[in-house]
């Protein structure tokens, strides 16, 4: 994630609440895409377009999956069809299509959450109607993004938190909630005077690191099967590789094609290094063994991948969520300070970050207007264990066991199984 946050506040009239999030010039955390067009990859070709965390989400539970339906139909999301599997020395196994569809955002993961957030906008304003008379100016909206803004200070007052983002005043607020998680969420929350419940929460939790190879080559790459997505089995080095080229359905300007590889957790935690400052070297080497993993992986002799364009490496210092209070959202009514996101339910899903939002939105509902036990009868998570999130290496399909690993860059054990029904994190998000 990059540090320090965004901010994203509705403002209601009788509520104003504040949720700060992951990067402080866009929306969407793991929902990530960097291409040519917008400046994201620096001194690349045009026609660059990567996806490079988020690979995809599945939708199981009814509520999510209507959302998802109504994504659809607003031509936000589409299905992903192409072959994607489990790959391992040069044999590949497409998944036998029983499981949940996959799921992805047209133009890149990314513009979900830009759709999403422009959605939210249009619905607050129809929500709140045309402007009343006389007034000049139209209602605001529910819901209003703000970028690029950087929220380091969130001061209680009695009537709510004052929030301050590089040195200016940026309003006051009934409600703080922190959609966010790690080292900048820590720093956020360590100072909020009354929520000392929900900064301990936050700091028992741990999350691991992984490493992002963008790499665009001349001409196609000889992958078995045709796959466009799959699951890395037997390597500690990669755990996930991606035509992003064919799975977003865009035609390959020229012939190049862009692929996104995922480290394992064991990978990136060996080669970890601070992210705000990743040394060239270290940049260096990481791509050259993720690529050396991927070429073993796909069964080609050294030297066969087709010659590259462009390749870009990225550490996800803060990347997934390796435990969690299993539980919808964390709410502090007292001190009007709510925490939600995909690790507090249950692990890294964009299913459980929308339903875990969703619970956050309904507690502070309940809460408006209630006090004494009532309000204290609210609260939810703040002293619940953190337990360990189940199966969430990369690697594995729902149900599907990974073979045990063959590369010899790390003496970490071999990445876990993952249990029948659990879903794989950062590429299946």
Request: glycine share 14%; charged share 15%; with cysteine.
């Amino acid at each position: 994630m990059r540090p320090g946050a965004g901010s994203m506040w509705t403002t209601g009239d009788n509520l104003r609440h504040w949720c700060a999030h992951a990067g402080e010039h866009g929306v969407g955390g793991r929902l990530a895409t960097r291409c040519s067009l917008d400046g994201s990859l620096k001194g690349a070709p045009a026609g660059l377009l990567f996806d490079h965390a988020a690979q995809f989400f599945t939708a199981t539970d009814p509520a999510f999956t209507s959302m998802v339906h109504r994504w659809e139909a607003d031509g936000a999301v589409m299905r992903w069809t192409g072959p994607v599997g489990m790959l391992a020395e040069g044999h590949f196994v497409p998944d036998d299509g029983q499981g949940a569809v996959r799921w992805v955002a047209r133009g890149g993961m990314r513009q979900l959450a830009q759709y999403l957030a422009g959605q939210a906008h249009r619905q607050g304003e129809a929500a709140r109607g045309p402007s009343s008379p006389g007034s000049g100016t139209a209602a605001a909206a529910l819901v209003t993004v703000r970028r690029p803004q950087w929220i380091s200070s969130a001061q209680a007052e009695p009537k709510g938190w004052r929030l301050v983002g590089r040195g200016r005043d940026q309003g006051l607020f009934d409600v703080a909630v922190i959609a966010h998680n790690g080292k900048c969420a820590n720093r956020l929350a360590a100072p909020m005077r009354g929520a000392e419940a929900v900064h301990r929460q936050l700091r028992r939790l741990k999350l691991s690191a992984n490493w992002v190879l963008m790499a665009a080559f001349a001409s196609p790459v000889a992958a078995p099967g045709g796959l466009q997505g799959a699951f890395v089995s037997g390597s500690q080095v990669l755990g996930w590789a991606a035509n992003n080229t064919a799975k977003l359905g865009g035609p390959a300007q020229g012939g190049v094609q862009c692929w996104t590889l995922i480290s394992t957790q064991a990978y990136g935690r060996l080669n970890k290094v601070p992210q705000e400052n990743v040394p060239p070297e270290v940049a260096q080497r990481v791509t050259a063994e993720m690529l050396a993993a991927f070429t073993r992986c796909l069964g080609l002799p050294e030297g066969a991948l087709p010659p590259l364009v462009f390749t870009q490496a990225q550490l996800w210092g803060a990347a997934l969520p390796t435990n969690s209070p299993h539980v919808p959202c964390l709410f502090d009514p007292s001190a009007r300070v709510g925490v939600c996101g995909d690790w507090v339910a249950g692990g890294g899903s964009m299913q459980a970050a929308a339903l875990s939002g969703v619970a956050m939105a309904q507690r502070i509902v309940a809460a408006s207007g209630q006090q004494g036990d009532a309000l204290r009868g609210l609260a939810l998570g703040l002293d619940v264990p953190l337990r360990a999130v189940q199966g969430e290496q990369i690697g594995q399909f729902p149900g599907k066991q990974a073979a045990p690993a063959a590369d010899a860059h790390t003496s970490v054990a071999a990445q876990t199984a993952a249990p029948a029904g659990k879903q794989p994190s950062l590429g299946a998000y």
